[in-house]
């Protein structure tokens, strides 16, 4: 009526079946999951060179207007010092 061998073979070709398919979905899972982190990678890539550039331009314009007026640029300075050292010694 009842036969446990079968039920056995049967629960061990179950196992080995559940093992396969969760071995094939985990290395699907990693394989997207490390596509997008290459993307997500190559999109902070291209943003920083971006960000790099900016502030290269912003340097040299920075650089450019300190050596137009230098004595505004140092009183500029002096005053966010000032205004700074204010603010650190109230905390």
């Known amino acids: 009526m009842f036969d446990s ?4 073979e049967e629960l061990r070709a179950l ?3 559940v093992t396969r398919l969760l071995s094939t979905a985990g290395e699907e899972m990693f394989e997207s999951s490390k ?3 290459e993307a997500l990678a190559d999109q ?3 943003a920083l060179t971006e960000l790099g ?3 290269d331009e912003e340097q040299a314009q920075l650089q450019g207007i300190i ?3 230098p ?3 140092l009183a500029s300075a ?3 010092g000032v205004v700074v050292g204010f603010m650190l010694r109230r905390h």
């Open 5 to 8: 061998d079968r039920m056995s």
């Open 15 to 17: 196992k080995v079946d």
């Open 35 to 37: 596509d997008r982190a």
């Open 44 to 46: 902070i890539r291209a």
């Open 53 to 55: 550039e900016t502030v």
């Open 67 to 69: 050596a137009d007026r």
């Open 71 to 73: 004595i505004t640029s």
């Open 78 to 80: 002096f005053a966010l």
